[in-house]
């Protein structure tokens, strides 16, 4: 009876295994298809065998391997926010008047309140920026299109959907806010690198990953 169940369950997480590249295999790209499938697949090994009482030191290599992924994704990680660059540590943020919706910015494009962008003195069109609003550390991202505010004491135009996102307080038209200059494709490389880590620090359960993720 013991034997017949160890059977069932390794044929239970096998399928899921398998499950899991056919989905996986359909939405990602090939190349992340490769990296994420074969975590999935370890995974399900060291799974198994924990679930069944072995404890050789195959597992054991792959349950380090796991462990020794986590520590570089978490040095990835870190790496990209050094590449953060700040600009503001500390100034003010207003937002555009509906009056604004359909013109022409600086940039040349159409501005338009329902979107994430924002205008700067400076900074080069195109330039995504990190706003966290100091009062409730709430954080945004915009992108540069535009030139200004021309009012002293403010570095920052927002749209008013990205202004209403960063405020607690809607009756304000100014926030105290940090302004950061993210590095290139800054949100696809950190959202790759928490997608790895999230299969890691969730599958499976019964490893003592978790301590490791950020």
């Given amino acids: 009876m013991k034997k017949h169940f160890s059977l069932i369950l390794v044929g239970l997480v096998t399928l899921t295994a398998i499950m899991s590249y056919g989905v996986l295999s359909k939405n990602t790209e090939t190349d992340n298809n490769e990296k994420v499938v074969g975590k999935e697949l370890a995974f399900a090994e060291v799974a198994t065998a924990n679930s069944?009482?072995?404890?050789?030191?195959?597992?054991?290599?792959?349950?380090?391997?796991?462990?020794?992924?986590?520590?570089k994704l978490n040095a990835e990680l870190e790496a990209l926010e050094e590449e953060?660059?700040?600009v503001h540590e500390e100034t003010n943020a207003s937002y555009y008047h509906d009056k604004f919706?359909?013109?022409?910015?600086?940039?040349g494009a159409i501005f338009s309140n329902k979107k994430y962008t924002a205008a700067h003195k400076t900074l080069p069109f195109g330039t995504k920026v990190r706003v966290t609003n100091l009062r409730n550390d709430r954080e945004i991202i915009v992108e540069i299109n535009d030139r200004g505010p021309f009012v002293k004491g403010r570095k920052l135009d927002l749209?008013?959907?990205?202004?209403?996102?960063?405020?607690?307080n809607k009756g304000r038209g100014v926030l105290p806010?940090?302004?950061?200059?993210?590095?290139?494709?800054y949100e696809e490389r950190k959202s790759e690198l928490q997608e790895e880590l999230s299969i890691i620090t969730s599958i499976p359960e019964d490893l003592d990953l978790n301590e490791f993720a950020l």
Avoid: C, Q, W, Y
């Fill in 52 to 71: 069944l009482g072995k404890d050789s030191s195959k597992i054991n290599e792959k349950e380090a391997d796991l462990k020794s992924e986590l520590v």
């Fill in 101 to 107: 919706n359909g013109r022409k910015t600086a940039s």
């Fill in 84 to 86: 953060v660059e700040v």
């Fill in 159 to 168: 749209s008013k959907t990205a202004f209403m996102d960063l405020a607690s």
């Fill in 177 to 185: 806010v940090k302004i950061e200059v993210l590095p290139e494709n």
